[in-house]
């Protein structure tokens, strides 16, 4: 299923023309947007070249996927979901959870449709997964819709790797430097959990009782620590690819999006940090509030980026997001993904289709 590009080309006289034309060209999208309120979509009358299309496709999945699963999250807990022991249990880790969930939902499904559109608005082939919408999910009836509708994610048999929480406390390692670090919650990494009620039972319709049950509470902790390890993927994928684009307004794009991924990630490292300890048969998650002594790679309060190693040992610590390496980083994306739980019961066809995407995506070069 490979994609084939008809409609972008890249002449090296067409580049090199808009390369000296970027200034003009800016300016007159800005001119554009005054004069008529035209959309950013396309106003630069640029082409894009195949690398950055491929780039955008595969984002384009990603959206997709991320849109899928917020979806879930947001049909048994968002703002408008009714009462249960479930949300009670998610409102553990903050009160405002539910408006949290349905505005990330909110950003995937515009991410999604955003750059599909711009895709389009460039002659280019854009990404649809409909026909991967096979799985099952929650089989909750108490909630009208919910066990009805097909899905492209899998939430029910997670294996969270909650690695992202030390990696961001460390002061003297990068995983660009080939490091990796422990789980702040090793059980929940280690096994295969649900982060959303199966059914009935484990919703408790109506229950907003306080302590949650323990089974539910260990489900909405679940939740808790995949929001965040979902948005730290989409917080160092964006900055890794955007190192390969070639036209400025994809650039832009890249940058602009990246931007609020890095937004979920810090609100749901935060709200982590509140995950009730609990255990609830092999899943245990300790205790990481910063009021009981802590070693610095687990304090929950330290959720600002600590500053580590950064390109080279010889320069100053630096504080940033990581791994922000690009080579391979789509294929490393697709993986993550896989290794989390997320496609399981997914088709081989669907296997096939994201593993091009990414490979694609890893082949573009900056042409600048
Ligand atoms: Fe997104
Ligand atoms: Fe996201």
Redesign the pocket.
Known sequence: MKQSETAIRKHAGRRSFLRNSLAASAATVGVEMMSNGLSALGADNQEITEGDAAILRF?AA??IL??DLWQQYTELTGQDAPASGYKTGLIQLDGDMPQYISDNTD??Q???LFINAYLKSKGAKTVDLEQFRTLEGSQVTDIPGVASRKRLTNLMQLSVDTSWWTRYRSDTQNPDFGDTFPNAVPTLAAGKFTAIPRNNAELEIGNTNVPVDTHVQAIANTAGFHFAFI?QG?TSL?ASVAQRVSNVEVLRIVLS?GG??IM?FQTWHDKAGNAVPLTDGALVFPDLTADIPQPETLQSNLIMPEPTIFLSKKFPVCSIIRPTATKGVATGAAKALTADGLFIGQTPDFFEFLNDLAEEADAAQREI
Do not use: F, K, N, R
Request: charge should be negative.
């Open positions: 984002l990603a959206e991320e849109t950003d995937e515009s991410h999604e948005e989409g964006y999006i609020t991924e979920h």
